[in-house]
């Protein structure tokens, strides 16, 4: 049985990048059947009562199904990175709690993004810590971010965890990710063609195991 989400929650889909690695807009690669934007969607939907997709000004539109939940809104601080699209989403968001992923990443886990939000209520940010290293673009944000990422723009300053001191912080350590994703994959994004090809044959084996997983029930039933 699936419990209520405690907060409502705007999922921001980061996908403003130019892709200078991959040398094409990623968004639109397909993996597993889909778009990149299309698998992303798909994940953080059933968790959001809207998704706002942030994109670059002059930006291609995206081809994503029609969704009346989804947006398409412009960057406010182009050319500051992902910390200008942050601002930028939680500024049109109507949500008081954020989830916030970047548009690149096709093993998002909804257990374990479930499990961010259950914790969202008492903080502003909820945020995975794995091995030293924090995954700013797999969090949650309130709308008392605004103001302190707003200071950190305007002084050019764009590294995310700079304004986490003037907000309250719920660090998800690396027991409780394993929890839900030992394998990390929630944090896996495509940035070369290697990357793409390890993608492709990840979700072919989800497939696979999603197909097995199904079967399994239909026996039983």
């Known amino acids: 049985m699936v419990t209520k989400l405690p907060v409502t929650i705007t999922s921001i889909i980061l996908a403003g990048g130019k892709s200078t690695r991959l040398g094409r807009e990623k968004a639109l690669e397909k993996i597993g059947g889909e778009s990149l934007i299309e698998r992303v969607i798909g994940r953080v939907a059933p968790l959001s009562t809207e998704v706002i997709l942030v994109m ?5 539109t995206l081809s994503v199904p029609a969704q009346p939940k989804v947006k398409a809104v412009t960057d406010l601080y182009p050319g500051k990175g992902s910390l200008g699209g942050i601002y930028t989403g939680l500024h049109y968001s109507s949500s008081f709690h954020n989830l916030v992923v ?14 961010l939000i259950e ?71 495509i940035n070369t063609e290697e990357d ?26």
């Open 56 to 60: 670059r000004p002059q930006q291609p």
């Open 119 to 189: 914790l969202s209520p008492d903080f502003d940010v909820v945020i995975p810590l794995v091995e030293g290293n924090t995954e700013p673009l797999h969090g949650i944000y309130s709308k008392n971010c605004l103001a302190p990422i707003e200071a950190l723009l305007k002084q050019g300053k764009l590294r995310i965890v700079d304004f986490f001191p003037s907000v309250r912080v719920r660090y998800i350590d690396v027991g409780e990710v394993d929890r839900f994703d030992p394998q990390h994959l929630s944090f896996f994004n």
């Open 102 to 115: 970047a548009c690149d990443m096709p093993f998002l886990n909804e257990a374990l993004l479930r499990h």
């Open 196 to 221: 793409l090809a390890k993608a492709t044959i990840l979700a072919e084996k989800e497939a696979h195991q999603g197909s097995i997983v199904h079967n399994l029930k239909e026996t039983t039933l």
